[in-house]
């Protein structure tokens, strides 16, 4: 059975490996890029003194609409006091993503963010869709994801000791061998230290790769109906214009803002479909997205909808599964530990990504290995082919 999986181990590894090795460096690179983007992005900040009164979404839109014609505006993020406020456009055909960074107090458009020349934004196509097209990226990441879980498994199988005496080997690396036992201690080694989080990170993943994936995971954790983000519908028995509509998109403002009077961050969408709700959520925790209340209204008459699922209502009232799916992303990133937690991703990314490279050395070194009977050993050779 052990040399079953050690095959299993070897073909599955040969086939994903590089693809491993993408997803992970990339990984490394995305977990300080808040802390990058706050210093290399001057930009992100509000410059001089405020009268400290935030502008509504209806003024900010406007503004934001001039800076970006022909786009569609989805939402505004009110980020904390001390930052600007981003307007969001975005749309899937034909593609774009633009962002209006304003100003909330004096409603001065700072910049206008464009996805096309943003190098995280370009790493993180790498990261969830190997900069392919998103439908088939996705699969081919979350296979490989899913492979990567497998090798986690079978691996430790392949690791476990015999007896104690092998178990001292298992856990240290033989600095003083050639360089071929040095690679395989690495690999052993490194492998099952970081094991328990490559899973972790793993099923995170899988989370947005496999809905099937997803959806069997919040219903064994006690969730209840579908996990999938559902925006409930507005009454459109009542229409009205895009004025009237913004209107009711600044009383929902004004009504979180007296809810909230204390908050991280805010953000509230603009709806641009007949039966679509405005979506909000209040953020009480900066540089995470777990620790959140959801708010929906009817766009036509401003009040209250009822949701479902893992996105709605407060943070406080969700059971197990929906809190669980809220801090995915959060403990994919090792955010919810703060910044020792991005740390411990960081190097737990740097690890996964070494064993595709390591074990492919171990595979290469094996197959250059000399056959046993092409080899000749002192002891059988003549003493006069020894002595010289």
Not at 264 to 273: A, R
Request: charged content about 20%; overall charge positive; proline content about 5%.
């Amino acid at each position: 059975m052990k040399k079953l999986i050690g095959k299993l181990h070897l073909y599955l590894g040969l086939v994903s490996g590089i693809l491993v090795f993408v997803i992970s460096i990339t990984g490394c690179i995305l977990a300080f890029e808040q802390e990058i983007k706050c210093i290399t992005q001057p930009y992100m900040f509000v410059e001089g003194p405020t009268n400290g009164k935030v502008l509504p979404p209806s003024v900010l839109a406007a503004i934001a609409r001039k800076a970006v014609p022909g786009k569609q505006a989805r939402g505004i993020l009110y980020d904390t006091p001390d930052r600007n406020a981003k307007v969001g456009f975005y749309n899937l055909d034909p593609e774009y993503y633009y962002v209006a960074y304003i100003n909330q107090y004096t409603g001065k458009v700072v910049k206008v963010w464009n996805e096309d020349g943003d190098f995280f934004h370009f790493i993180l196509h790498g990261h969830y869709y190997l900069w392919l097209p998103e439908k088939i990226g996705q699969v081919v990441v979350a296979s490989a994801t899913l492979i990567f879980l497998t090798m986690m498994i079978s691996g430790l199988v392949l690791w476990w000791p015999k007896n104690k005496s092998a178990a001292k080997q298992r856990f240290s690396i033989k600095w003083s061998a050639a360089w071929r036992r040095k690679n395989y201690d690495l690999h052993n080694v490194f492998g099952f230290y970081v094991m328990s989080i490559g899973i972790i990170l793993a099923i995170t993943g899988l989370i947005w790769g496999f809905q099937w994936f997803s959806q069997g995971l919040y219903t064994i954790t006690g969730g209840k109906g579908s996990d999938v983000y559902y925006n409930p519908p507005s009454d459109t028995t009542t229409l009205a214009g895009t004025d009237k509509t913004m209107q009711v998109v600044d009383k929902a403002w004004f009504t979180l803002q007296k809810e909230y009077p204390k908050y991280s961050s805010l953000n509230i969408s603009l709806p641009t479909e007949k039966a679509e709700s405005i979506y909000s959520y209040v953020n009480f925790r900066e540089g995470t997205y777990y620790d959140v209340d959801y708010n929906y209204f009817d766009q036509y008459t401003g009040q209250k909808i009822k949701a479902e699922g893992p996105y709605s209502g407060k943070f406080k009232e969700a059971n197990f599964a929906q809190t669980l799916r809220r801090m995915n992303y959060d403990i994919h990133t090792g955010a919810i530990l703060g910044l020792p937690g991005k740390i411990l991703m960081f190097f737990a990314s740097l690890i996964c990504a070494s064993l595709p490279v390591t074990g492919f050395l171990i595979w290469w070194g094996r197959r250059k290995k000399a056959p046993k009977k092409a080899r000749t050993s002192l002891r059988t050779m003549k003493p006069d082919l020894v002595s010289r």
